[in-house]
């Protein structure tokens, strides 16, 4: 008898335990806490932050400046920071330690001069320019195709010099580049119009800001010169395309990272997906011919493919 109730309790225990790992298997992911960092509040910001929640609806998600929070060294190393800007950065750098985060909203020149190129670990930057690359491909869809492209530059932005050459002589271009150390000083863009056919702009807010930009554009369609970029917000103002990525193409490029573990985030990278946004008035006026936006996105990507 002893023998049996013996037999019959390591059966209860054998039960009670697949039960159990029935009930731990049938259970949701475990929620992840999302804190997004941003000094500005603004409606576009409180829409991103909806929409991630959205496409996330099993994590925690909340909207905070970095003026309200503690030092990152403070929180729970569980959580994962979303750093939306230079401010938010700049808060979580003032850390040795600190959660892992992925940054949005910061340039590849603003990262240079924040991080002196150095790589922070724990830090992996999700870049808001456009790749010089593919605004070089951009610039090569125009009609007529442009043989000497000009570049402006500044100490803060010569690092991105030796991709752009490499690629322009990858496809057979001349690059024609011109240092401007002083963003009132007009003598290095007469000299870089006078020798090349168009100009491409990088993301530098020393050079590309709203005090500069008309003067820019002025001098360059004096000339019957075109400007790509350096972002699409440059577009608007005047010049010609530009390739970006928008709030969809970043969350299709959140989505799959929030799911890996940090420690397998790449330190930088652009997202996959993006669109070209020209300016049909400004093609117009430069007698160029353009296909549509979506034709032009498409032929980049089609180029990028491996």
């Not at 991630?52 to 998600?61: F, N, V, W, Y």
């Not at 939306?84 to 909203?105: I, M, Y």
């Not at 004096?222 to 969350?251: C, K, M």
């Not at 997906?273 to 117009?284: D, G, I, L, T």
Request: include cysteine; proline fraction near 8%.
């Amino acid at each position: 008898m002893a023998a049996r109730r013996s037999g019959m309790s390591l059966g209860n225990r054998l039960r009670i335990w697949l039960l159990g790992l029935v009930c731990l298997l049938a259970l949701p992911a475990q929620a992840r806490e999302l804190l997004l960092v941003s000094s500005d509040q603004s409606a576009a910001v409180q829409a991103f932050s909806q929409a991630l929640a959205e496409r996330r609806p099993k994590d925690q998600i909340r909207l905070e400046s970095p003026d309200e929070l503690p030092p990152a060294s403070t929180l729970s190393p569980e959580t994962h920071l979303l750093l939306l800007g230079t401010a938010a950065l700049n808060w979580r750098l003032a850390s040795e330690q600190g959660p892992p985060a992925l940054t949005l909203l910061v340039s590849r020149v603003e990262a240079q001069q924040l991080l002196d190129g150095r790589h922070r670990e724990g830090i992996s930057l999700l870049w808001s320019d456009p790749p010089p690359a593919r605004q070089l491909q951009l610039a090569l869809q125009l009609h007529p195709r442009p043989q000497r492209i000009g570049v402006l530059f500044s100490p803060a932005s010569e690092f991105l010099l030796n991709e752009l050459s490499e690629q322009a002589r990858q496809v057979g271009v001349e690059l024609v580049t011109q240092l401007q150390e002083r963003s009132d000083d007009p003598r290095p863009l007469r000299e870089l119009l006078d020798s090349s056919d168009l100009l491409l702009g990088l993301d530098d807010k020393l050079l590309y800001n709203p005090r500069t930009v008309k003067g820019i554009l002025l001098s360059a369609y004096a000339e019957n010169h075109a400007l790509i970029g350096p972002t699409v917000a440059f577009v608007r103002a005047g010049s010609l395309a530009s390739t970006y990525s928008d709030q969809s193409d970043w969350l299709n490029t959140l989505d799959p990272l929030l799911d890996q573990p940090p420690s397998q985030w790449p330190p930088s990278l652009y997202p996959e997906r993006f669109k070209v946004q020209s300016n049909r008035q400004v093609a117009r006026s430069l007698s160029i011919e353009l296909p549509d936006d979506a034709t032009l996105a498409h032929r980049l990507a089609e180029g990028e493919s491996p």
